[in-house]
């Protein structure tokens, strides 16, 4: 079994920016890629970025391009994202997830999930 929890969220203005962490425990062995998804209220789940485990290549959504960073930590058991120039649609519950083997930017395929974490966009 592995445990995500992810912290960081807040309310920030548009323009800001803001890192979001998450801690895993428990076997992670065997992962093949960590990721970030988000929810806004009433839509579905998106892809936001992912990292293989081995190889470290990043995989980002279109609307986050060139303003999230995702990395990895194996030493600390830590993924972060580093989101730059939020935007109110930015606005979402973000989840941190492992992935044992599907593809890394499908929901769907990740095993493992945390609670999320709320950011809040405003103008």
């Known amino acids: 079994q592995v445990q995500l929890l992810e912290s960081g969220g807040g309310s920030v203005q548009a323009g800001d920016s803001l890192t979001l962490s998450c801690a895993f425990s428990?076997?992670?062995?065997?992962?093949?890629?960590m990721g970030w998804f988000r929810q806004a209220p009433g839509k579905e789940r998106d892809f936001v970025a992912a990292i293989l485990w081995f190889g470290d290549k990043t995989y980002y959504g279109n609307s986050v391009k060139g303003r999230f960073t995702i990395s990895l930590d194996k030493s600390k058991n830590m993924v972060y994202l580093q989101m730059n120039d939020l935007k109110p649609e930015d606005t979402a519950v973000y989840y941190c997830?492992?992935?044992?083997?599907?593809?890394?930017?499908?929901?769907?395929?990740?095993?493992?999930w945390g609670q999320g974490t709320l950011v809040t966009v405003s103008s």
């Open positions: 428990g076997r992670s062995n065997g992962a093949y890629a």
């Open positions: 997830a492992l992935d044992r083997g599907g593809r890394a930017t499908v929901a769907q395929d990740y095993e493992y």
